[in-house]
T-cell receptor, first 110, second 117 residues
Framework: EDQVTQSPEALRLQEGESSSLNCSYTVSGLRGLFWYRQDPGKGPEFLFTLYSAGEEKEKERLKATLTKKESFLHITAPKPEDSATYLCAVQGINDYKLSFGAGTTVTVRA | GAVVSQHPSRVICKSGTSVKIECRSLDFQATTMFWYRQFPKKSLMLMATSNEGSKATYEQGVEKDKFLINHASLTLSTLTVTSAHPEDSSFYIC?????????????FGPGTRLTVL
């Protein structure tokens, strides 16, 4: 069974204070690793898909990286609008299902 | 691109009534859609996989006769909560799979807040 563990559970940052979120996973054949952002009371918003170890993707202040066992989401010089819950999910080779981690709730103070 | 809508965004109903939630992919066709349920401060729990033109596949522990799923077209899936009870109150979110040259990506709807009185 696919498993995804995210850490830390919560992260409080000062505006401009860079940090990283961790997503450790076990899957029998990785089709893709996904990062989503979720604001309270809304559906998850797609950020990135990573397919193979060594791959990196960037979007504004966010950068996602992937190894064979984990993924990191780096937030560079965050702003208050980056406050959200960040969800990591893996997709195995057998179907389209996603297995989600519990998420990391990031709060950025001005 | 890749927009998924849900309707309604919020619904309040009396115990024993049925509620239908619609999920639409607005700018792409989706053979596969998913329905999730999310409890406060928890991650998404997959309820079922909705496949266009065929029966839905339900996750273990999800009552298929209570949560009826219909995927009649490549842009629309519906979830009907039958004989709703207060314990069915939750945040329901759908997703639709977009297939492209870069792979398959699930795009999520904005969610539907169901409150059963």
């Amino acid at each position: 069974e696919d498993q995804v563990t995210q850490s830390p559970e919560a992260l409080r940052l000062q505006e401009g204070e860079s940090s990283s979120l961790n997503c450790s996973y076990t899957v029998s054949g990785l089709r893709g690793l996904f990062w989503y952002r979720q604001d309270p009371g809304k559906g998850p918003e797609f950020l990135f898909t990573l397919y193979s170890a060594g791959e990196e993707k960037e979007k504004e202040r966010l950068k996602a990286t992937l190894t064979k066992k984990e993924s990191f989401l780096h937030i560079t010089a965050p702003k208050p609008e980056d406050s959200a819950t960040y969800l990591c999910a893996v997709q195995g080779i057998n179907d389209y299902k996603l297995s989600f981690g519990a998420g990391t709730t990031v709060t950025v103070r001005a | 691109g890749a927009v998924v809508s849900q309707h309604p965004s919020r619904v309040i109903c009396k115990s024993g009534t049925s509620v239908k939630i619609e999920c639409r992919s607005l700018d792409f066709q989706a053979t596969t859609m998913f329905w999730y349920r999310q409890f406060p401060k928890k991650s998404l729990m997959l309820m079922a996989t909705s496949n266009e033109g065929s029966k839905a596949t339900y996750e273990q522990g999800v009552e298929k006769d209570k949560f009826l799923i219909n995927h009649a077209s490549l842009t629309l899936s519906t979830l009907t909560v039958t004989s709703a009870h207060p314990e069915d109150s939750s945040f329901y979110i759908c997703s639709a799979v977009e297939t492209s040259g870069n792979g398959d990506t699930q795009y999520f709807g904005p969610g539907t807040r169901l409150t059963v009185l």
